[in-house]
């Protein structure tokens, strides 16, 4: 399995980003699902998960600004990210999880100004 993240960039304060996360080489479908975060100098937290069944959960930090969803035609994860915070600039990572593990795609850079 490989994850692909995508849509980093930089925006101003209030902006919007949506970021993407390409899946390949297994079931997609079958993979409880997370976008994770990391700031200079601090450790990775996580953003947002949605299980198989499409249940989803957020970090309070981010709850009614950032919404994560999946496509499972075509094998992608997103997170819609609003009303953005100089607080959200971070190294942002989709991850897949089952009951073999998890796999962690490369890394986008989300950078947000005031």
């Known amino acids: 399995v490989q994850l692909q993240a995508s849509g980093g960039g930089s925006v101003q304060a209030g902006g919007t980003l949506r970021l993407s996360c390409a899946f390949s080489?297994?079931?997609?479908?079958?993979?409880?699902l997370g976008w994770y975060r990391q700031a200079p100098g601090k450790q990775r937290d996580l953003v947002a998960t949605?299980?198989?069944?499409?249940?989803?959960a957020y970090a309070d930090s981010v709850k009614g600004r950032f919404t994560i969803s999946k496509d499972n035609a075509a094998n992608t994860l997103y997170l819609q990210m609003n009303s953005l915070k100089t607080d959200d600039t971070a190294v942002y990572f989709c991850?897949?999880?089952?009951?073999?593990?998890?796999?962690w795609g490369q890394g986008t850079l989300v950078t947000v100004s005031s």
């Open positions: 991850n897949a999880r089952d009951w073999r593990g998890s796999i």
């Open positions: 080489g297994g079931a997609f479908s079958s993979y409880a």
């Open positions: 949605i299980t198989p069944g499409g249940s989803t």
